[in-house]
């Protein structure tokens, strides 16, 4: 039986630069392990929005062990992780895709 995770992660995950050790912190984010300061940049909840920066204690709510939420970027801070969206917003400008982060980066995964 597979354990349930919670959180899955975007096969070109993007990484702040203050991050170390990037498999064993997305092991504690998958297993739900709090760590104080890492902020996640996840695939919005509702549809009107396109990203989302929360903390990773966010995720220990039981309601991502039926739900894992889909993670796109990791950071060491919440200002590192606004550095990651402009990023991921400037390379979607580059590619055409302006105002559209979300397809931007589900068209890459592809």
């Known amino acids: 039986m597979k354990k349930k995770s919670y959180c899955r992660f975007y096969k070109e995950l993007y990484w702040g630069d203050s991050v170390k050790k990037h498999s064993l912190v997305k092991w504690r984010l998958r297993n739900g392990r709090i760590q104080p300061t890492i902020f996640c940049i996840q ?26 939420a889909f ?19 400037d390379e979607a400008i580059v590619a055409g895709y302006e105002g559209r982060v979300k397809e931007y980066l589900d068209f890459l995964s592809e």
């Open 43 to 68: 695939k919005a909840m509702t549809d009107s929005d396109q990203l989302d920066i929360i903390h990773c204690a966010f995720l220990k709510q039981p309601f991502f062990l039926e739900n894992p």
């Open 71 to 89: 993670i796109y970027g990791i950071a060491g801070s919440y200002m590192e992780a606004l550095d990651l969206l402009v990023k991921i917003s």
